[in-house]
């Protein structure tokens, strides 16, 4: 079975960096199948952004790179959200970040949303790390990596002095899942479909 | 054997291909999306003790890579369709010299600017890119595994046949990023040009008989190597005689051509007993093999071919395939080119349907088995 | 003043004789510039093994294709980048490139501004003799004002390139004008040209009768009477310092018009790969 992961949002949010970052914990660091793709166009230059993460196991050939129909989808905007919202399996799970997005859109998975970039601004004093913090978050929900993994991925690829700040998101939100902060705070949103 | 995979980026990847191949000479231009492969041979050449040249233009690249090559340093320059259009000239020069090189083309979509997002629309203007009648190889990589192999079988090829080889990447694979086992220096088979064996008073750059690769010795070795882009006789001598013409441009082709065994490379999934076969090359095949799949759970009996070797075509295979079935869809990022040689190859004797999107986005498997349902 | 060598034994040791005759028509400029390089090259006792000729496209670049040495007659314009890169990857060569001023300055330009920007180690060799004369006699962009061509036929009003000022802006380091006529001269030039660690330019100034010539009586009709031209018309650097700017006016400067030192750039190049090896910039 191969696990369709879309990290969805606006450029300037790190969902390239911790695509790769998934895809590397699970691939490399986990001996998986791993692929992760990138939309292109508006990430460098702010705009749209797109990446796609798609997991499996190490026997199973990952063959068309890009998410057909999601088992995760993290919004990062409101744009991400109506877009991508409609293909998402029916046990999927749509992850928003409702900082950013206000309307849930129409889907079949089930929604979690919380204020992720105002959370983690409040927590570490930064909105920078949000990523990461989402990143764990996916990962734990999903059940697609552990942690072990990813704290090597971030360590790897993280730019120099920024592996601290993102190991300290990477707590947090192993964290919101733990205290099941984020059910609770996503109760409202649940039955909208 | 016991090595860490690497998550790296089809640019990346292709980039340690070319560097596990001996390349050790790159020479580019900046130019979307195909900038990463500049940028990683921007470290890793110097630190090989290699040269990485940023030329005033893409023409530029092209003729150091030539130059660079006839000093006996393997070479290579990337770029994307508008760049290559620029490259042709080189390219169709490499041709009729003979010298070495690899051309990497991360396809974008679209004539004249275009976009920079993925396309296939540059397999036409690999083999035809330049002036006149031209045998090229050109290669097709599917995956990040394939970018990293297909670049040292091109490196290897391009010496081996003194030719230039073109490989085709495009804007997705070029981003996307796969793991990858890179394997040990000793896991990989490199080849050198093939070396004169006169002395070097009775070398002369083009001897060959009318299938050969004439031997060629580098530049500073006493060899007194005479390359040329206009026709020629066996010294290298510029010639009006239309026997060295014909000669000449029969040996450029037969060359290659004499050679296919060796040269052509595809990938077939389920063609016994398929009803339908998709024919589908790099990034295309893989929701044509996603395609497959939805199919079977369907109850319908589909193949796939894929050309690995895009240039030369594999059409001997091609035509054994299309007596056998009922049909064939040719599933391609462009306006239909690829389908023209399907056709070509199976003369009349199966259907052949198209599947083409031009708007920067991927064929979507969906698409693919819709179509095929169509066919019957 | 050094010795020259005699005509025989330069044949003999640099020509494929089999390819001769040349294609020049009588009075060309192309032999003699030739010529002095071969002179320039047995002078020096370069190793012919570790000579490089790289050659454009038109009829200067066709002298390379007579000779027993390593030599890319390339694609036209295309020369100084393909030394370039052969330099890059071959610094221990002796590259000589050999252009006309179509193939340099025109549909080469870019290549040979930035050649001479980087200031790679290579010699190039230009001969100007205002015309395109391979594919019949158009201008260039080297040819005078007022000048007749097969297209300028009602006389061209494009001004030309000074391709020596050129080089000078484009940070040559090495920079020189010789004449066809003055064949001693152009030797030694040479000489020194090959010698100079970085790019070194040397433009010469050469007669084409057939293409040029015949329209343009003002500059001599024939290969002779051309070469007269020159001679009367040419001033050393040396003098020219003495001279007023108008005097100076429609005359061929000569000699030596720039000699620095620079890091040559596949030398300099070699700093980059201990960077690299080391880890990071130093």
Redesign the interface.
């Known amino acids: 079975m191969t696990t369709e992961i879309r990290l969805s949002g606006s450029g300037g949010q790190g969902l390239l960096f911790i695509g790769r970052i998934l895809a590397e914990a699970a691939g490399v660091f986990e001996g998986k199948n791993a692929v992760q793709s990138t939309s292109y166009g508006g990430q460098v230059r702010g705009g749209s952004s797109r990446s796609d993460v798609l997991i499996s196991p190490a026997e199973e050939e990952i063959d068309f790179p890009e998410v057909m129909d999601a088992d995760l989808l993290l919004a990062m905007n409101q744009e991400a959200a109506d877009e991508y919202g409609g293909k998402v399996k029916q046990s999927g799970v749509v992850i928003l970040d409702t900082t950013f997005v206000k309307q849930p859109p129409k889907t079949r998975g089930r929604i979690i949303a919380y204020p992720f970039t105002l959370k983690t601004k409040e927590r570490l004093g930064s909105a920078l790390p949000t990523n990461v913090v989402v990143l764990a978050v996916i990962s734990q929900i999903g059940a697609l990596v552990g942690k072990e993994a990813l704290v090597r991925a971030i360590k790897k690829r993280s730019p120099k002095g920024k592996d601290e700040i993102n190991l300290q998101a990477l707590n947090l939100g192993f964290e919101l899942v733990k205290t099941g902060v984020l059910q609770r705070d996503g109760d409202d949103e649940r039955e909208l479909h | 054997m016991s090595r860490e995979g690497l998550l790296l980026q089809g640019n990346e990847a292709v980039s340690e291909g070319a560097i596990a191949a001996g390349v050790r000479f790159f020479a580019g231009y900046p130019i979307t999306p195909a900038t990463e492969i500049s940028e990683v041979m921007a470290r890793r050449m110097p630190e090989l003790g290699g040269t990485f040249l940023q030329m005033e233009d893409e023409i530029a690249s092209i003729s150091a890579v030539l130059g660079a090559s006839c000093g006996g340093v393997k070479a290579m320059t990337a770029s994307s369709g508008p760049g290559l259009a620029l490259k042709a000239e080189g390219i169709g020069y490499a041709v009729c010299a003979e010298i070495p090189c690899l051309i990497v083309n991360v396809q974008r979509t679209g004539p004249g600017v275009g976009s920079v997002t993925p396309s296939q629309q540059d397999v036409m203007q690999a083999k035809w890119g330049p002036n006149s009648d031209n045998m090229i190889i050109s290669l097709s990589p599917a995956s990040i595994k394939e970018c990293f192999w297909l670049a040292i079988r091109g490196v290897n090829l391009s010496e081996k046949y003194r030719v230039p080889v073109i490989l085709l990447s495009d804007s997705f694979l070029g981003h996307m990023s796969e793991k990858i086992d890179l394997p040990s220096p000793e896991e990989i088979e490199t080849m050198d040009r093939p070396r004169p064996t006169v002395a070097p008073e009775k070398y002369k750059a083009y001897d060959a008989d009318i299938n050969g690769v004439p031997p060629l010795a580098n530049f500073g070795e006493g060899y007194a190597v005479r390359l040329v882009g206009n026709m020629h006789n066996k010294a290298g001598d510029y010639s009006r005689n239309p026997r060295d013409f014909d000669f000449l441009i029969n040996r450029l082709h037969n060359k290659i051509l004499t050679n296919l065994a060796d040269i052509c490379a595809y990938e077939e999934v389920e063609i016994d007993g398929a009803d339908l076969v998709i024919v589908a090359y790099g990034i295309v095949s893989r929701a044509a093999k996603a395609a497959i799949r939805l199919a079977k759970n369907q109850g319908m009996r589909v193949g796939l071919f894929r050309p690995i070797v895009l240039w030369p075509f594999p059409t001997e295979r091609l035509a054994e395939i299309g007596k056998k079935v009922g049909g064939i869809l040719v599933a391609e990022m462009n306006m239909g080119q690829v389908i023209r040689e399907v056709e070509r190859t199976t003369r009349g004797e199966v259907p052949v349907a198209g599947l083409n999107r031009i708007d920067g986005l991927l064929i979507n498997p969906l698409d693919i088995l819709a179509k095929l349902k169509e066919m019957g | 003043m050094a010795k020259i060598i005699p005509q025989a034994t330069i044949l003999e040791k640099y020509f ?1 004789t ?2 001769l005759p040349t294609q020049w028509c009588p009075g060309c400029g192309a032999g003699g510039i030739g010529h002095a390089v071969l002179q320039a090259i047995e002078r020096m006792q370069l190793d ?3 000579v ?1 000729l ?1 050659s454009g496209i038109g009829c200067n670049g ?1 002298f390379t ?1 007579h ?9 036209h314009g ?1 020369a100084p ?10 610094p ?2 002796e590259i000589i490139v050999i252009q006309g001023d179509g193939d340099a300055a025109s549909i080469g330009g ?2 040979l501004i ?1 050649a001479a920007r980087r200031n790679i180690g290579i010699t190039t060799i230009v001969s100007n003799n205002y015309i395109y004369g391979r594919t019949g006699g158009q201008y260039s962009p080297t040819t005078p004002k007022k000048s007749i061509s097969t297209s300028s036929p009602f006389g061209l009003e494009d001004p030309p390139f000074e391709l020596c000022n050129l080089m000078v802006g484009a940070g040559a380091t090495f920079v020189a004008r010789g004449t066809s006529y003055h064949i001693i001269q152009l030797i030694d030039l040479v000489e020194r040209a090959i010698k100079h660690p970085g790019f070194a330019f040397l433009e010469v100034i050469a007669p084409c009768p057939t293409s040029y010539g015949r329209k343009n009586p003002e500059t001599g009709i024939t290969g002779p009477q051309m070469l007269q031209w020159q001679k009367e018309n040419s001033v050393s650097i040396k003098k020219a310092a003495h001279m007023s700017e108008e005097s100076l006016r429609g005359k061929i400067v000569t000699g030596i018009l720039l000699d620095r030192i620079e890091p040559e750039y596949s030398a300099a ?1 070699a700093k ?2 201990q ?3 080391k880890g990071g910039l130093a």
């Not at chain 3, 000779?67 to 694609?75: G, K, P």
């Open positions: 494929v089999s390819t012919p093994k570790k490089v790289v066709h294709r000779l027993r040495l390593d030599d890319l007659h390339v694609l295309r980048a393909v030394a370039t890169g052969l330099k890059m990857a071959r221990d060569l870019n290549h930035h190049y980059v790969r960077r690299a090896q």
